[in-house]
């Protein structure tokens, strides 16, 4: 979450021209800082784990490489998603787009996009940590309509976790949420939206120790907002 601020920050000063003063700087120099506080939390819980002696130097070489894979991953996905929200900025400040009509062309190109990326997903082969379904693919639409069948649940909007809380609670709150940032976006800017955003995490991390969910690590409280 933090990296994206970092991100929404650059990417309005070099494509919509906006101004960051000495009190951003300082606000993206805190962010990097509790990012690089994550990295290290990765690396001092793999070297806590090779106190094991009996993980072999190839098995700790691997872990290794995954840890810094998908720190490669999340740090991509923040650009994209810095990327969106400033050319949301763009287009909804510029050209006046309501927020609820962002929100529905947005829900309809994703519809289309991802529709049509299931075709190909179909075929493209994965290692088994990418997939868990028998044709070892990225998506297999016609296992997806078995399971449908096997199981009623599934078709219904009902999470299997929690029967109690149906997914209509969860995509009319994701509705809202994103009628909300980008209303925040449109009316004052980009990188106040992310600020905002950051908050749940911060949140969810006072609930998650108050329920006993985690546990506290002392690198926590340093970067609450990553």
Same mark, same amino acid.
Request: charged share 15%; proline share 3%; aromatic share 12%.
């Given at each position: 979450?933090?990296?994206?601020?970092?991100?929404?920050?650059?990417?309005?000063?070099?494509?919509?021209?906006?101004?960051?003063?000495?009190?951003?700087?300082?606000?993206?120099?805190?962010?990097?800082?509790?990012?690089?506080?994550?990295?290290?939390?990765?690396?001092?819980?793999?070297?806590?784990?090779?106190?094991?002696?009996?993980?072999?130097?190839?098995?700790?070489?691997?872990?290794?490489?995954?840890?810094?894979?998908?720190?490669?991953?999340?740090?991509?996905?923040?650009?994209?998603?810095?990327?969106?929200?400033?050319?949301?900025?763009?287009?909804?400040?510029?050209?006046?787009?309501?927020?609820?009509?962002?929100?529905?062309?947005?829900?309809?190109?994703?519809?289309?996009?991802?529709? *049509?990326?299931?075709?190909? +997903?179909?075929? #493209?082969? @994965?290692?088994?940590?990418? %997939?868990?379904?028998? =044709?070892? &693919? !990225?998506?297999?639409?016609?296992?997806?309509?078995?399971?449908?069948?096997?199981?009623?649940?599934?078709?219904?909007?009902?999470?299997?976790?929690?029967?109690?809380?149906?997914?209509?609670?969860?995509?009319?709150? *994701?509705?809202?949420?994103? +009628?909300?940032? #980008?209303? @925040?976006?449109?009316?004052? %800017?980009?990188?106040? =939206?992310? &600020? !905002?955003?950051?908050?749940?995490?911060?949140?969810?991390?006072?609930?998650?120790?108050?329920?006993?969910?985690?546990?506290?690590?002392?690198?926590?409280?340093?970067?609450?907002?990553?």
């Amino acid at each position: 979450m933090g990296a994206v601020i970092v991100f929404v920050g650059i990417f309005s000063m070099l494509f919509l021209g906006r101004k960051l003063g000495a009190r951003e700087w300082c606000g993206i120099v805190l962010v990097i800082f509790g990012l690089s506080l994550v990295g290290l939390s990765d690396f001092l819980i793999h070297t806590h784990s090779d106190q094991d002696e009996s993980n072999s130097d190839i098995d700790k070489q691997y872990i290794i490489i995954e840890v810094v894979f998908g720190d490669v991953l999340i740090v991509s996905a923040q650009v994209v998603a810095a990327t969106q929200f400033i050319l949301e900025e763009k287009f909804v400040s510029s050209l006046d787009i309501p927020p609820l009509q962002a929100v529905g062309w947005e829900g309809l190109f994703g519809v289309i996009v991802l529709g *049509i990326l299931l075709i190909p +997903f179909y075929y #493209i082969k @994965v290692p088994d940590s990418f %997939s868990i379904n028998s =044709r070892g &693919v !990225l998506e297999d639409i016609p296992d997806a309509f078995i399971q449908m069948g096997n199981n009623n649940l599934i078709i219904m909007p009902v999470s299997l976790n929690n029967l109690y809380m149906g997914n209509e609670v969860l995509l009319v709150s *994701i509705a809202f949420f994103n +009628f909300a940032g #980008i209303s @925040v976006t449109k009316e004052m %800017s980009a990188t106040t =939206r992310m &600020v !905002l955003n950051s908050l749940r995490t911060l949140f969810i991390w006072i609930v998650s120790l108050a329920l006993e969910w985690q546990k506290f690590h002392w690198v926590q409280h340093n970067n609450l907002a990553n």
